[in-house]
Nanobody, 125 residues
Framework: QVQLVESGGGSVQAGGSLRLSCAAY????????MGWFRQGPGKEREGVAV???????RYVDSVKGRFTISQDNAKNILYLQMNSLKPEDTAMYYC???????????????????WGQGTQVTVSS
């Protein structure tokens, strides 16, 4: 079992920055793919960024150059650094993890087995 706990969300003006954190507990050594997803008001959930156990990252086009996913393996923490935030980035952000490495082949693979409770990000214009 793996538990994921997100933090770091909040309200920021357009152009600002936030860093989300996701602390992982339990059998984290088996999680070969981790990622961040988001769901905005009235929108479907979309994958934002993923990182595999080798450190390879993938991003959805709308955040490339602005967001950076990283992980601290020693502390079992996943991060999402978000810069140059836009109002359209407003969403609930979720951390996800899975033992299947292939889920990291795209930034929006369905079927992640473990999810956090989410943290809200609101960007005002």
């Amino acid at each position: 079992q793996v538990q994921l706990v997100e933090s770091g969300g909040g309200s920021v003006q357009a152009g600002g920055s936030l860093r989300l954190s996701c602390a992982a507990y339990g059998h984290t050594y088996s999680m070969l793919c981790m990622g961040w997803f988001r769901q905005g008001p009235g929108k479907e959930r979309e994958g934002v960024a993923v990182i595999d156990s080798d450190g390879t990252t993938r991003y959805v086009d709308s955040v490339k150059g602005r967001f950076t996913i990283s992980q601290d393996n020693a502390k079992n923490i996943l991060y999402l650094q978000m810069n140059s935030l836009k109002p359209e980035d407003t969403a609930m952000y979720y951390c996800a993890a899975d033992y299947r490495w292939r889920l990291c082949l795209t930034s929006n693979s369905p079927g992640f087995g473990y999810w956090g409770q989410g943290t809200q990000v609101t960007v005002s214009s």
